[in-house]
């Protein structure tokens, strides 16, 4: 599976965006980028997936380079509930189905 | 729906028994999986299966580890003879069938089973 590069830990204040940054520059064509996190005591759940265009849906936007060699979670409003482990993961869809996490970035959310 | 359960949620055993969880995935879900979760890192795969088939294994599951679905619902997983370094948080995520080609599946976890070996 290609690999992807985040940052270990991110801050940002309450009802601001926050943009966090995913590099995966060994990404084959055939590979979505998919996005999880994960709250406190939880298991992880879906957040966003994409693999040219840009995404939006109800809990975040997609931002993917032109080149797909990164691409840009964006949380628009973040609140206090977003704080989490967020992991940008590839997964080839014609190979097999599970799920490979790295160690994510750690989002803080400051009142 | 319920979403996916895991029982129990907390288990403290000791080294060397053996210790059995069980996962619910979401109603007609044909796939189920297992991961590992240690302090700090990301799941780790175990085991996938589509309906009762177990398609894949990762080489972290050693012959202590069992995973069975026997009627393509629930699935259990047991390890056996318990060692301090299983101790972790055991995951289990389920995802519908994908009628689509090149369309990849979302998965659903459960809230996962903490496992304590002293």
């Known amino acids: 599976d290609a690999k992807t590069t985040q940052p270990n830990s991110m801050e940002s204040n309450e009802e601001e965006p926050v943009h966090l940054p995913c590099n995966h520059s060994?990404?084959?064509?055939?590979?979505?980028i998919h996005w999880y996190r994960q709250l406190p005591s939880q298991g992880p759940e879906y957040v966003i997936h994409?693999?040219?265009s840009n995404v939006n849906n109800r809990m975040a936007s997609l931002a993917i380079a032109e080149d797909r060699k990164s691409s840009t979670l964006i949380l628009h409003r973040a609140t206090l509930r977003d704080a989490a482990v967020y992991y940008c993961?590839?997964?080839?869809?014609?190979?097999?189905?599970?799920?490979?996490f790295g160690a994510g970035t750690i989002l803080r959310v400051k009142s | 729906d319920t979403g996916v359960s895991q029982n129990p949620r907390h288990k403290i055993t000791k080294r060397g028994q053996n210790v059995t969880f069980r996962c619910d995935p979401i109603?007609?879900?044909?796939?189920l999986y297992w991961y590992r979760q240690t302090l700090g890192q990301g799941p780790e795969f175990l085991t996938y299966?589509?309906?009762?088939?177990?398609?894949?294994k990762s080489r972290l599951l050693s012959d202590r580890f069992s995973a069975e679905r026997p009627k393509g619902s629930f699935s259990t997983l047991e390890i056996q003879r318990t060692e301090q370094g299983d101790s972790a948080m055991y995951l289990c995520?389920?995802?519908?069938?994908?009628?689509?080609?090149?369309?990849?599946?979302?998965?659903?976890f459960g809230p996962g089973t903490r496992l304590t070996v002293l």
């Open positions: 995520a389920s995802s519908p069938k994908v009628r689509l080609a090149g369309v990849t599946d979302t998965q659903y």
């Open positions: 060994t990404i084959s064509g055939t590979d979505y």
């Open positions: 994409g693999l040219t």
């Open positions: 993961i590839l997964r080839d869809s014609g190979k097999g189905n599970k799920l490979v």
């Open positions: 109603s007609e879900h044909n796939r």
């Open positions: 299966f589509q309906n009762e088939a177990q398609l894949e």
